[in-house]
């Protein structure tokens, strides 16, 4: 069953964001171009981006449950067979469910830094940084340092570079929004869990995979525990890691993965929520200030379209008969009239 308390307040403001943002696809609103393709196409990734982040958060949920789900069969299997034989047991079925459990562990760190990075697009967005919107991430947005006065200081060189020369109601817009980013993660956790979790996700997509290490304890009598925590230092080589420990528990957070894990995807849903109450207040500050312009070139650019035709071109060709009814969400129709692609009929 899903625990969706969990990241009820991060699925609220994803939707008070996207709310927002919908009720304001206008160009004149953005003080963009009527008829600028690019103004059209960023207002509509802005809205997607809010949305994203909720699907993004209940795929964490669904990956916590999944997870749970998975060591339960598997740590039941281990300790039946080494209470039976005295060995730990092998096959595909346990190959399997081994890969199970990884791949749900690391599927749930991508999509909470994917939650946080969607965030981060509508921040990008909303405060007129120079950064490309479709490229956003959440760590370039974080202080080098928390003890730092940020966002006047510890910016790494990419915020500097976005945050470069912009005019005074602009820079105002930047570091509230800012300033908000850093006060929701450090209230949504203890110190660090925010880097702690964007390295997880940054080893789990990128970079060699974290060693798993299960101790096991007990006897016959008292029956056996299996303990699965996580690495403390997932930015490290695994080496590294066992280099700078002086004894294997040292590797590991003092805590089962299942709690780290379901603490990130709780904190992870109020740094969204903390987010959009400080974008709902500045955005509404932006919305009528007829002196802060954004230019759609500084944080737009068209992607190139793609040349794969797919594994079997043809195969699966859909052609729309006379009589084809689309069915869409109401406010996807409206985001595409918005964007010119599609009248009120639902026509293309």
């Known amino acids: ?5 969990l990241i009820q307040p991060g699925i609220d403001a994803s939707e008070q964001m996207e709310s927002m943002l919908a009720g304001d696809l206008h160009a004149i609103i953005w003080r963009h171009a009527p008829h600028d393709s690019d103004g059209a196409d960023l207002r509509d990734y802005v809205l997607g ?7 993004n958060l209940h795929s964490a949920l ?3 449950a999944s997870y749970r789900e ?18 730990v047991p092998r096959g595909p079925h346990i190959d399997e469910l081994g890969a199970r459990l990884n791949a749900h562990q690391q599927a749930l760190f991508t999509a909470l830094g994917a939650a946080l990075d969607c965030t981060a697009a509508v921040c990008v967005a909303v405060s007129g940084l120079r950064m490309n919107v479709r490229r956003a991430q959440m760590p370039a947005l974080l202080p080098t340092s928390d003890d730092a006065d940020f966002p006047t200081e510890g910016r790494s060189q990419s915020l500097k570079r976005a945050m470069r020369a912009a ?8 570091h509230q929004i800012l300033r908000g980013i850093r006060g929701s993660y450090m209230s949504a956790g203890p110190p660090g869990w925010l880097r702690w979790m964007l390295d997880a996700r940054n080893t ?3 970079r060699e995979q974290s060693a798993n290490y299960v101790f ?3 006897d016959k009598k008292t029956g056996l525990t299996v303990y699965r925590n996580l690495q403390r230092h997932p930015q490290m080589s695994n080496l590294q890691s066992v280099r700078l420990a002086d004894s294997p528990a040292a590797m590991l957070l003092e805590e089962d993965a299942m709690v780290t894990m379901r603490e990130c995807v709780r904190s992870t849903g109020l740094v969204v929520s903390g987010v959009n109450a400080v974008i709902e207040t500045e955005w509404a500050k932006r919305r009528i200030a007829l002196d802060i312009r954004v230019p759609v070139s500084e944080q737009w650019d068209q992607a190139d379209p793609s040349t ?3 594994f079997q071109p043809g195969s699966a060709k859909f052609v729309p008969k006379p009589g084809t009814v689309l069915l869409m969400n109401p406010r996807d129709s409206a985001r595409l009239a918005a964007g010119g692609v599609l009248d009120s009929s639902g026509q293309h």
């Open 204 to 206: 789990a997509v990128h």
């Open 70 to 87: 998975a060591r339960y069969k598997l740590d039941n299997a281990l300790i039946l067979s080494l209470a039976r034989t005295g060995s």
């Open 49 to 55: 981006a809010a949305r994203s982040v909720r699907s």
């Open 1 to 5: 069953m899903l625990e969706t308390a």
């Open 216 to 218: 096991f304890e007990g």
């Open 308 to 310: 794969f035709d797919g």
């Open 167 to 174: 005019p005074e109601r602009v820079a105002e817009l930047q």
């Open 62 to 64: 669904v990956q916590l």
